[in-house]
Nanobody, 124 residues
Framework: QLQIVESGGGLVQPGGSLRLSCAASGFTFDFYYAVGWFRQAPGKDREGVSCIDYDGNTNYADSVKGRFTISRDNAKKTGYLQMNSLKPEDTGIYYC?????????????????WGQGTQVTVSS
């Protein structure tokens, strides 16, 4: 069945960068999904970070706009999140999720399929 695997997390200093990957497999046709990135810090609610539709339209949380860039490679069935100028408040488990579209509700809507998450820690 559908498999989603995040990678690329790690420990970085404030101001550093990380590139997260979201590899999808197990579906029967093309990579025709919206790809969302979400994060959750200990004791806090899940937060929508970014979303990209199949057609390339993008959405960002205000807190990451200008620092993060979402992209996708449909041939590789992979989504990406380039994170620059990282701050300690960016720390959390980052999850990739797939759904039919981003729309206006992407940040709070429960996406259909989720990966296992990858830890991002920003600390000096």
């Amino acid at each position: 069945q559908l498999q989603i695997v995040e990678s690329g997390g790690g420990l970085v200093q404030p101001g550093g960068s990380l590139r997260l990957s979201c590899a999808a497999s197990g579906f029967t046709f093309d990579f025709y999904y919206a790809v969302g990135w979400f994060r959750q810090a200990p004791g806090k609610d899940r937060e929508g970070v970014s979303c990209i539709d199949y057609d390339g339209n993008t959405n960002y949380a205000d807190s990451v706009k200008g620092r993060f860039t979402i992209s996708r490679d449909n041939a590789k069935k992979t989504g990406y999140l380039q994170m620059n100028s990282l701050k300690p408040e960016d720390t959390g488990i980052y999850y990739c999720a797939l759904d039919s579209w981003c729309g206006t509700t992407w940040a709070d809507r429960d996406f259909g399929s989720w990966g296992q998450g990858t830890q991002v820690t920003v600390s000096s």
